[in-house]
């Protein structure tokens, strides 16, 4: 299709496989991120050649200008009301599909968008795939009203669960806070390993200044992880060989 050069070829190859899924007159969720952005370019030169008609709701602004940019219409979710499929990168994929999200402070919308979904569909490479989420920072995306406090109450969380030693950083960009799209700010937990990602989204959901975690549990139905030789491995729950995909990276 329409790009090659110098975009990485697996996230390519996983974008492709995920946009050869898509058939005329479905309502699709746009991703965020470096993987969604390609997707979402072989989206629009899928609907540039092909005359799809498709409508599409975008999971940051950013995807939506891109969409836009393009050629793509977006609409609001709730115009469309709800979504066949949709297809969003993610930060880390364990073997029971389990996922972390907003390492670009999408996750908020992107998780409401996936909830809205008949299907949800991960493109990534095979660096996301992981036995044990936590190595990735976790994003929490939390209220600005009382942040110090909420930062406290979640470290009360992570003390609970033993994961009291790690550190929980605001997300700057410079020196200045990040801004999420919908107005709040992030917190990352540098937590190294998930050992229980249930009850661990059950402590911060709990938390009153926590607007939403980074943690998608049992929201992804199938993983496409691209490969640079072009092609791709299909993963759906608990079929996840990761040895294998870090030994074709060595
Ligand atoms: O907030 C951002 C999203 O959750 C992204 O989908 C995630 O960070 C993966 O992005 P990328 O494809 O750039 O690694």
Known sequence: MSQS???DPAKLAAARAAVAMVEDGMRLGLGTGSTAAIMVRELAARVAAEG??????????A??????????RIETLDQIGWLDLTIDGADEV?????????????????KVVAAASDRMVVVADPAKVVETLGAFPLPVEVLEFGFETTRKLIRRALEAQDLGECD???????????????????LDLHLARIEDPVALARALSAIPGVVEHGLFLGMCDL???????????????NDIDADMLAQEGE
Request: with cysteine; net charge negative.
């Open 5 to 7: 050069q110098g975009v």
């Open 168 to 186: 929980v950083l605001q997300r700057l960009r410079g020196s200045d806070p990040v801004i999420t799209d919908e107005g709040n700010l992030i």
């Open 94 to 110: 364990d073997p029971h599909l389990h996922l972390v999200k907003g390492g670009g402070a999408a996750h908020l919308r992107e």
């Open 52 to 61: 799809l008609t498709l409508r599409c709701a975008a999971t940051s602004r």
């Open 63 to 72: 995807t939506a200008e891109l969409a836009e940019s393009l050629g793509l």
């Open 223 to 237: 993983a496409i992880i691209g490969r640079e030789d072009g092609s791709v491995i299909e993963l759906a729950r």
